[in-house]
């Protein structure tokens, strides 16, 4: 009985846990984290506005959802920074770019694919050969939130879906 009251309270302590943990907030914006493997961490950077790691099976290590809110009329307009992901591979990726229609609100979705160079802005960079980036641009109600997610082809392939989830997720009725 003792064994059985000891799991029930880990069992509701663990589900109370889980449930302040689905959502996060940036620029204004609530985000609701997907079902399982998504979790927020601390940022690591003052310009992050948040930070999610995803576990993905048979990937090396989590992959890293990183949000960006730089304020009222700051963060450039979407071609600006669209032109500035694709700029971040060796040489132009493969890409597309898709409006994501969020009830009413247009979320713009950019997947690229190719050699992704990893690295600080103005720092050393690292080559990632087949490498994709998803990168989300949701309007805020003073200025943009920007969502980039980097990682394995394979492994960012399994999570786009609920990647497209987590960009339109502020706007769900």
Same mark, same amino acid.
């Given at each position: ?12 302590? @663990?589900?109370? &846990?889980? !449930?302040?943990? /689905? *959502?996060? #907030? ?5 985000? $609701? ?63 597309? @770019?898709?409006? &994501?229609? !969020?009830?009413? /609100? *247009?979320? #713009? ?5 190719? $050699? ?51 960009s339109t997720s502020p706007f769900a009725k």
């Amino acid at each position: 009985m003792k064994r059985l009251l000891t799991a029930l309270a880990l069992l509701c302590l @663990t589900s109370g &846990l889980r !449930a302040e943990d /689905t *959502k996060i #907030s940036a620029g204004n914006l609530n985000f $609701t984290l997907p079902a399982s493997g998504w979790t927020s961490v601390p940022t690591s950077s003052p310009m992050r506005a948040a930070t999610l790691q995803i576990t993905v099976e048979g990937a090396e290590k989590p992959l890293e959802a990183i949000f960006y809110y730089f304020g009222a009329g700051q963060g450039g307009d979407t071609q600006a920074n669209i032109n500035r992901w694709l700029g971040q591979f060796e040489s132009p990726p493969e890409s597309k @770019t898709e409006e &994501l229609d !969020a009830n009413g /609100t *247009k979320v #713009s979705l950019v997947t690229a694919t190719g $050699t992704y160079m990893d690295g600080a802005m103005f720092g050393p960079k690292t080559a990632k050969a087949d490498y994709t980036l998803l990168g989300a641009i949701i309007p805020g109600p003073d200025a943009p939130v920007f969502i980039k997610l980097t990682g394995p082809k394979d492994a960012v392939a399994k999570i786009t879906e609920d990647f497209k989830k987590l960009s339109t997720s502020p706007f769900a009725k």
